[in-house]
């Protein structure tokens, strides 16, 4: 009976997926699985950072303790800093030093609140360390200086006494140079980052870009170009066709998952029609990935230059009484599907993306972690991140893929989207969203290439699309063991329950 049921699911099988796991040859850059950290709302101050006098909470040099060791569990590879918006804002001499003699600015982008500077560069860079992520510094062009670019880059990078920048960390505490490889050069050149045209922006890059330089040990640093927003490919080819290869090693793109700019929605009470518009917009990123990169593969056949990701996500309105400028967003199991649909774009266009950053981490838009007081809460977004953590620098394995729609009035998207690697033990994990929020999914799975005995897997899923994990239920929702795949003749049959995110391990 057992064995009828298995053929007859192959045979009638909705979905159908062929993985090629002897073809693949890009590697998933495990950068794809980045973070983003902003000065804004509670990400920074009251989020990662509670201060170095806090005894309430604990906390290694003000960053949270619970914060950092959930982030390690995540295996955050990489993390952005100080802006988003802020970062054109940022003067970074004034976040250095002892901190009661730091001056205070005003945040002009997010709510309008004093930056008093108490977490500056030392802060987050040796907090980097303890989570074990790169930094990637983003660095003021709006209303910076080349100078004080440069004045940055020898601060963090320079060798112990080699310049006035290297010998003013030793006094600030740091002998050792961070050696920070990964620079943005800008952010939103064409909005917060100084209302610039792509022409007169390519210049100042080049113009920035040149002064960066290398750091002392010969090491190239990777500076990435401020990209587009969403379609705007004239910004992408401008940028390409002006900026030499040898000056830019990424250009950015940015793209929000939104309903409306105007009116975005609540976090947690929307209806079926507002979801379908975010996860088709989440869905767009494989259209904005495509046509950028066949723009960079104009100038750049060789894919020299990477497409980095370096925001994305959810935006909804804030959740009601918080500070409309901070940010702060709840997140449902439908935020694990943009980041489930959005990861599996990522890795399958590896030959091009090789870093994207989730805005942003704590508190803020499409957040892994919530805080409240000492409590923290990982939200569903966090989960999807973690189970597919397996494909960092993994081997991606192409497929083919048939999918049935998800199907609301007139309209359809596909309702099934997946991704597959082979990591450095060999061993092979396929990753599965189903975004109908009604309809469980049969999918029949061909392994064609290499012998497989047997899968395990873990899935993480809801009843209702609205649910989401809050301070009084804060494990509603996480990755159980999914019993839902069965192995035969080295083919998987499926069956995905509705809106649900799996990652399956063959053995
Ligand atoms: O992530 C929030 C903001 O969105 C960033 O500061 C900015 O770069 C983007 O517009």
Request: with cysteine; proline share 4%; glycine share 8%.
């Amino acid at each position: 009976m057992g064995f009828l049921l298995l053929v007859s699911m192959q045979v009638f099988a909705q979905n159908e997926i062929v993985i090629n796991t002897d073809l693949g040859k890009e590697i998933i850059n495990k950068n794809i699985y980045g973070h983003f950290a902003e000065h804004l709302g509670n990400c920074i101050y009251n989020g990662f950072y509670v201060g170095d006098t806090n005894k309430i909470i604990p906390n290694t040099n003000g960053v949270r303790n619970d914060i950092i060791q959930a982030l390690k569990e995540l295996k955050v590879p990489v993390l952005r800093w100080p802006g988003g918006c802020f970062a054109d804002t940022y003067q970074w001499k004034d976040g250095v030093g002892p901190k009661e003699k730091r001056p205070a600015m005003v945040n002009r982008w997010w709510g309008g609140v004093t930056e008093d500077n108490s977490f500056g560069t030392h802060d987050f860079l040796n907090m980097c360390e303890l989570m074990g992520a790169a930094p990637y510094l983003a660095a003021n062009v709006g209303s910076g200086t080349v100078q004080n670019l440069i004045d940055w880059t020898q601060y963090v990078n320079g060798k112990p006494g080699s310049s006035p920048m290297s010998k003013w960390r030793t006094e600030n505490g740091r002998e050792n140079p961070w050696n920070v490889k990964i620079w943005g050069v800008g952010n939103e050149a064409w909005g917060c980052g100084g209302n610039m045209k792509p022409e007169y922006y390519a210049n100042i890059y080049r113009q920035y870009a040149t002064f960066m330089g290398d750091w002392n040990n010969g090491e190239h640093l990777f500076r990435v170009a401020s990209g587009s927003s969403g379609n705007d490919y004239n910004w992408t080819e401008v940028l390409m066709r002006e900026i030499p290869s040898s000056l830019m090693e990424g250009i950015a793109l940015h793209h929000y998952a939104v309903i409306d700019w105007n009116a975005k929605g609540s976090a947690t009470a929307f209806d079926e029609k507002q979801y379908f518009t975010i996860i088709r917009n989440a869905l767009q990123m494989n259209e904005l990935i495509t046509r950028h990169s066949t723009i960079m593969d104009k100038y750049d056949p060789k894919k020299k230059v990477a497409l980095v990701v370096d925001e994305w996500g959810g935006w909804y309105d804030v959740e009601p009484g918080t500070n409309p400028g901070f940010l702060y967003q709840q997140n449902t199991i439908r935020d694990a599907m943009i980041a489930g649909v959005t990861l599996n774009i990522f890795n399958n266009h590896c030959e091009r993306v090789k870093m994207a950053n989730l805005a942003q981490t704590v508190n803020v838009l499409q957040a892994v972690i919530l805080t409240k007081g000492s409590a923290i809460i990982k939200t569903p977004t966090y989960h999807v991140m973690e189970m597919y953590n397996v494909h960092q620098d993994a081997t991606m394995l192409p497929m083919n893929i048939k999918t049935t729609d998800y199907v609301l009035g007139n309209e359809k998207l596909p309702a099934v989207s997946a991704s597959a690697s082979k990591d450095k033990d060999g061993i092979t994990h396929i990753s599965l969203v189903n975004i109908d929020p009604s309809k469980s999914q049969d999918i029949a799975i061909e392994m064609r290439g290499e012998k497989y005995a047997g899968v395990t897997g873990k899935i993480l899923t809801a009843k209702k699309l609205q649910e989401y994990n809050s301070f009084e239920n804060p494990e509603n929702i996480k990755p159980v063991v999914f019993n839902g795949a069965k192995m035969t003749n080295n083919k998987l049959s499926i069956q995905l329950p509705p809106n649900s995110v799996v990652v399956l391990t063959l053995h």
